[in-house]
């Protein structure tokens, strides 16, 4: 989200449009836009997207300077999820592209029922390493 203190940056509000894209390796994986529709309280958002954060993610290295191939998929813990000002948004689309690597198509979502823009703020206070892919090949 670009630092609406910018002088340079449109200020957000009824009718900014705002976009992005995923990409990887270079390949344009996912884009993604929406309208800035009206401001709203974090409690008037779909309570799924209020449910605890778990940051699930696949490391190549958990330990620092550790020069091994070891892979884990580590679960990071979270607190204190707090959200900035919230808009629900309109005219909402995902455009999912093919790739020779990835198999993010699988993710594409059935319908968009609801689409919301919050910047979204929270603490780790630990992690788990729920799977060591080398366990399985030792």
Avoid: R
């Amino acid at each position: 989200h670009m630092n609406d203190l910018n002088p340079h940056f449109p200020q957000f509000g009824k009718g900014f449009k705002i976009g992005a894209v995923c990409s990887a390796h270079m390949e344009k994986l996912i884009y993604g836009a929406t309208t800035l529709d009206k401001p709203i309280h974090p409690d008037d958002m779909h309570p799924d997207v209020l449910i605890p954060t778990h940051n699930l993610l696949i490391y190549p290295d958990i330990k620092m300077g550790y020069k091994g191939h070891l892979v884990h998929k580590v679960i990071h813990n979270v607190i204190d999820t707090w959200y900035g000002d919230c808009w629900e948004c309109t005219d909402t689309k995902l455009d999912f592209f093919d790739s020779v690597a990835e198999e993010h198509q699988l993710l594409k979502p059935v319908e968009i029922t609801a689409s919301y823009f919050t910047p979204l703020g929270f603490t780790i206070y630990g992690h788990e390493v729920d799977y060591d892919f080398n366990e399985e090949s030792k």
